[in-house]
């Protein structure tokens, strides 16, 4: 079977944006806590840098929890959707007292520009169990398991290079620019 990527974007772009929205409420909700949240950050601020491959495997054990809770009808993949969107800002806001939001953006955005789209194709992932289910109720229309396969098989490939690719540069290069900008 042949796999076209610009129609694979078209047919899974509408959970992608829906993945992100569950993501972004939870940033919100996550900035909000932290605001009202009366810690001391740097009882917490440990700053540890593991090997990638560490990172990378708890990414990617990450990813595919999301995608997998797709399975129960998508209800915990919106939760683990808003849950890291809320520990981002959480962590963000907390991260605001010892740093300045220019340092914070500097560690977060290298390796989060490949992390974040990973977390929204697992999320896309997790969310078509539902879309399958709407379209069974609505049109009685099955599901065609090949194509659905191989469609998520290729995502999760997408998933895990842009998960390996974003724990280099969190091992690597964001201790450098943390450094650089203090």
């Known amino acids: 079977m042949k796999i076209n990527l610009k129609q694979v974007w078209q047919e899974e772009k509408k959970r992608f944006i829906l993945a992100g929205l569950f993501l972004v409420a939870g940033l919100f909700l996550g900035i909000t806590l932290g605001n009202y949240v009366d810690i001391d950050p740097k009882t917490y601020y440990n700053p540890q840098y593991p ?98 396969g191989t469609r998520i098989g290729l995502l999760l490939v997408i998933m895990t290079i842009l998960l390996i690719g974003a724990s280099f540069i969190e091992a690597y290069v964001t201790p450098s620019i943390m450094e650089w900008t203090r």
């Open 51 to 148: 090997e990638w491959y560490t990172l990378a495997l708890n990414n990617i054990v990450a990813g595919l929890i999301i995608a997998a809770s797709g399975l129960l009808l998508s209800v915990p993949t919106i939760m683990f959707l808003l849950f890291n969107g809320i520990m981002i800002g959480f962590i963000s806001v907390l991260a605001t007292s010892f740093s300045s939001v220019e340092t914070i953006l500097a560690g977060l955005l290298p390796h989060g520009i490949l992390e974040i789209p990973a977390l929204l194709i697992a999320g896309a992932i997790g969310l078509k169990p539902l879309v399958w289910a709407a379209r069974f109720i609505k049109l009685k229309q099955r599901v065609d398991w090949k194509r659905e």
